[in-house]
């Protein structure tokens, strides 16, 4: 140990020593002159072999490398740019990808002990959701003994006075801001001891952006009041900027669950127990010392024990599975619900794609820089040659060399880290992403960064390296796997952006088997306002006639899915072993005739069908190919369903994904509440869309119905799918521009090689095309062999495409060949290009030289 | 009378024990060997002062500045407790080393 400590203390205080050194050789040969003696030897090598005792020599010698290097990339500017900004794309996308998945799943979420967090969904062999009906939730917190702290999130729009949009609500339990150590930016936020108590004045917290829109960052606004849906109500308190509320979602104030009756008058949230009440986000810290599967044991008895007084709303053999919620990954999804298995939407799919695609780049652009300098090396011919004879071994040629990559691959990686956050910065900005997402690299981005910039030089930088070192120029066969490798990654890449492409074309341009131009969906969110079915049913006849008497009005009809909404109720049918996820809507007669799906066979269904649907034609075909699939049964959810009319396949929900299979089914009773109404118009929608507002909130004030045009959901559906297919295609021109590059770089140095023979070729008749089919031929293979390779590689991965993503068909030939024929022309521009100035060399000339 | 060369890692042992009677600089541990090795062994500067480095390093011996017969300000090293226990060790060993080679070249 404190030998170590003296060899620190020799490398902070080297310059000292190393004078101490020469003063003892310089005593040491005084000493010997005077006594005659006169010993020979160089000061400067006894010198340097003592100070190879202090263990500090491989510091010297890197520092002098890194010296030398910094000089050499100096000393051609260009080069060095060109490397930089090359390396910089390669590792600017990766960063930018990895920032995301670090804010998703490695970044936890700016609030206290994040580790301790969960979060619970509700859980049975039948169905699903995200969300607790607030009862359940109250249930858990009077009697967990496991977990001491639950909060609760429910999440709504409410309109607010001055604004034209309603504004995101979080409804959250007094607890919430204490418990996830949050302080006030302004004023105080909700506190259990004051905000609790049921005679408590109703209190809003505001969030910063809302704060710095709203009211221009006014600091006297503690204390104001504000209406909120028409109810007033006191301001005390502004959130910071880093709090993020657990959502993922910009939120604009935050006020306590249990004043939300207070501000959506009739709503029920606080004491309905059914699946359909908007419910809560439940978030719980476990008691320490305990395992997570504790509190799920806990819970499911508890479930048990309720089932005994609400049968019919807490699910048989329910579980609350807790999830770790410390992350953003866990809070993407606010409430979600439905039958049978959850469908999760996996990130991880995704993810590899991205990293796939990322890599691809990186490996361009090392093939790229790889080619670079092994053209370079042969410039360096001779100072590599002087270098050996002035006793360089090949080890330390190595390490010089290899020092130059790594110094540009670490100033790459700074370049890269730089784009990334500029990358990020935009994302963000362009999906209006909360403001505690913060787009600033952190040490693991930093980390990665630098990493990757060391992989980097290791891919492009050694092997050119080691031939360099090793003098050797035969170097055509490395040159051409590099092309190679080029060639196969920037295909996968174009052939797979290619792909996206089609299937976003496919998206938009054909028909999701339903019109959605025209029409108007309202989800006047009757269940969450305690509307009983026969006031449902009133409330829904008084709406349809008012609403089929504004003019333009085409049809008007009543569905519980609204198409291109979030909420989904699926089921998997099995059917003589066949299955099918399917989609189940509850709708009137008239639904079919509003989003104008056509009825190919049988009939429609009509008021008192109780267990007859009209499947979606994909369906039939999937569960009973070649046969009538008029009367036949099949169970959903231990219910008889049979089979009376065929309707045209729609993709109501998921306009991307073709695997979705629909059925209809008339809504039971009980359903009414869920419901809500589609309006077809001639008219422009928006005008519909406003003239049922105000028909809504006349009718009863207390609503806030939420009004879509079918146009922007659809628009909005979609804008995943084309985002993703514009990152990638971005991505496969920028990998497409750098190898092309890289080809014109490799060629252009090929010509320049054989000038002599070139021109020799020339002035001894050889016509032009000849000429370059010699210079060119050593091309022809790798180009070939990276095409298959990359076609290839890109069926693979547009497995993996249709997997995770879209319903992408792996096998497009359009796609392929436009690809191809794409790369294909950008090589032969590339190659042309040096190849022509090839053909302009004067033979006298070059025989000349040399 | 040529000068004999130095078995391997005797040149430390050497340095020690002659640095027990006293501080002395680089010069004179050299000398120092030279002549009470009857002139057989020489030191060289290009082993010395590595050996010399190496032994600082280890903490053995320190260094400090004084003032050379020549009145020339030298660095003058001296044992630390630590390089007197290193010092009995390797005698120790190096005692039991060569009595052992002895026997054998006695008996062989």
Known sequence: ?850 | MPKAEMPPGALTMLVLRVLRSGPLHGYAIAQRIHSLSSDVLGVEEGSLYPALQKILLKGWVTAEWGISETNRKVRFYSLTPAGERQLETELSDYERVTAAIRSVLRTA
Not at chain 1, 43 to 65: F, H, I, N, V, Y
Request: charged letters at 20%; glycine letters at 8%; proline letters at 6%.
């Open chain 1, 1 to 850: 140990m404190a030998e170590l400590f003296r060899r620190l203390r020799y490398l902070l205080s080297r310059g000292r020593f190393d004078r101490e050194l020469r003063d003892d050789l310089e005593f040491h040969r005084e000493m010997a002159a005077r006594e005659g003696r006169n010993t020979l030897g160089n000061t400067l090598r006894l010198r340097e072999e003592a100070r190879e005792a202090w263990g500090w020599m491989w510091l010297d010698r890197c520092s002098q490398d890194l010296r030398y290097a910094l000089r050499v990339l100096r000393r051609s500017p260009g080069f060095t740019a060109a490397a930089i900004l090359m390396l910089a794309i390669g590792i600017g996308v990766n960063v930018a990808a990895f920032s995301c998945f670090n804010f998703l799943v490695l970044r936890p979420l700016p609030v206290r002990d994040p580790a301790s967090l969960l979060r619970f969904h509700r859980h049975s062999p039948q169905a699903y959701a995200f969300a607790l009906p607030y009862p359940e939730l109250s249930f858990f917190r009077e009697h967990s003994r496991t977990l001491p702290v639950i909060l609760a999130l429910n999440s709504a729009r409410l309109p607010v006075e001055g604004e034209q949009q309603p504004l995101n609500a979080a409804f959250v339990s007094t607890n919430f801001f204490q418990d996830l150590g949050a302080s006030p930016l302004l004023g105080r936020l909700l506190d259990p001891a004051r905000d609790d108590a049921a005679s408590a004045e109703p209190v809003l917290v505001l969030g910063y952006g809302f704060w710095q829109r709203h009211f221009g960052a006014d600091p006297l606004v503690v204390g104001r009041l504000i209406r909120l849906n028409g109810k007033p109500v006191t301001i005390i308190g502004v959130a910071q900027r880093e709090f993020s509320g657990l959502s993922i979602n910009r939120s604009d104030f935050w006020a306590p669950v249990h004043q939300q009756p207070y501000f959506a008058p009739g709503s029920r949230l606080l004491t309905d127990f059914s699946v359909d009440s908007s419910g809560v986000q439940m978030f719980a810290r476990l008691q320490p010392g305990l395992p997570r599967s504790a509190a799920e044991a806990e819970l499911r008895l508890l479930a048990a024990e309720l089932r005994k007084t609400h049968s019919a709303d807490i699910w048989e053999n329910e579980t609350l599975v807790g999830e770790p919620a410390g992350y953003a990954d866990s809070i993407r999804v606010g409430n979600r619900r439905g039958t049978g298995s959850e469908d999760r939407d996996d990130l991880y799919p995704v993810a590899a794609l991205v990293g796939a695609l990322c890599l691809l780049i990186l490996t361009v652009a090392c093939g790229n820089l790889g080619s670079l300098l092994l053209a370079r090396g042969v410039a360096r011919e001779r100072e590599i040659a002087i270098r050996v004879s002035v006793g360089a071994g090949r080890g330390r040629l190595l390490r010089q060399l290899f020092t130059e990559s790594l110094l540009l691959s670490v100033f790459g990686a700074a370049a890269g880290l730089a784009l990334g956050y500029a990358v990020m910065r935009g994302l963000l900005a362009l999906r209006d992403a909360p403001d505690w997402l913060d787009p600033a690299p952190d040490w693991r981005v930093a980390l990665f960064a630098l990493g990757t910039g060391i992989l980097a030089a290791l891919l492009f930088g050694l092997t050119p390296a080691l031939q360099i070192a090793r003098q050797r120029h035969r170097t055509t066969f490395l040159r051409q796997i590099l092309v190679a490798a080029q060639v196969a990654a920037s295909c996968v890449l174009l052939i797979v952006a290619g792909l996206l492409v089609r299937a976003l074309q496919d998206a938009t341009a054909t028909n999701p088997g339903f019109e959605y131009h025209q029409v108007v969906s309202v989800d006047p969110g009757l269940a969450a306002h305690g509307y009983t079915p026969a006031r449902a049913r009133a409330w829904l006849d008084t709406m349809q006639a008012r609403l089929r008497a504004l003019p333009g009005v085409e049809s008007v009809s009543l569905t519980d899915t609204a198409p291109l909404g979030n909420h989904v109720t699926s089921a998997r049918v099995e059917v003589e072993g066949r299955r099918a996820d399917i989609l189940i809507s509850r709708i009137d007669p008239e639904f079919f005739r509003t989003l104008k799906i056509p009825l190919l066979r049988g009939r429609n269904l009509t008021r008192g069908d109780t267990h007859a649907v009209v499947a979606g034609q994909s369906m039939a075909q999937r569960l009973w190919p070649g046969e009538n699939p008029l009367g036949k049964e099949f169970d959903i959810d231990g219910g008889k369903s049979i089979v009376v009319g065929i309707a045209g396949s729609a993709r109501l929900v998921r306009p991307e994904d073709p695997d979705m299979v629909e059925v209809y089914a008339p809504p039971a009773e009980s359903d009414l509440p869920s419901m809500g109404l589609l309006v077809r118009t001639e008219a422009p929608p928006d005008d519909l869309a406003r003239a049922a507002i105000s028909l809504a909130r006349s009718t009863d004030p207390t609503l806030f119905p939420a009004v879509q045009l079918l146009r922007n959901s659809f628009r909005r559906k979609l804008r995943t799918a084309e985002s993703t297919a514009l990152v990638v295609g971005i991505l496969g021109l920028a990998a497409q521009l750098l190898a092309c590059f890289g080809i014109l770089g490799v060629v252009a140095y090929a010509v320049s090689q054989r000038v002599r023979e070139i021109g020799i070729r020339l002035a001894l008749g050889a016509r032009p095309l000849q000429v370059m089919s010699v210079v060119l031929r050593q091309f022809f293979w790798p180009v070939a062999a990276g095409l298959t390779a990359g076609l290839g590689g890109a069926a693979a991965l547009s497995k993996l495409l249709r997997k995770g993503l879209y319903g992408v068909s792996n096998l497009d030939p359009e796609a392929y060949l436009a690809a191809v024929v794409f790369f294909a022309l950008t090589v032969l521009l590339a190659v042309l290009f040096p190849a022509k100035r090839a053909l302009k060399i004067d033979p006298a000339r070059t025989l000349r030289q040399n």
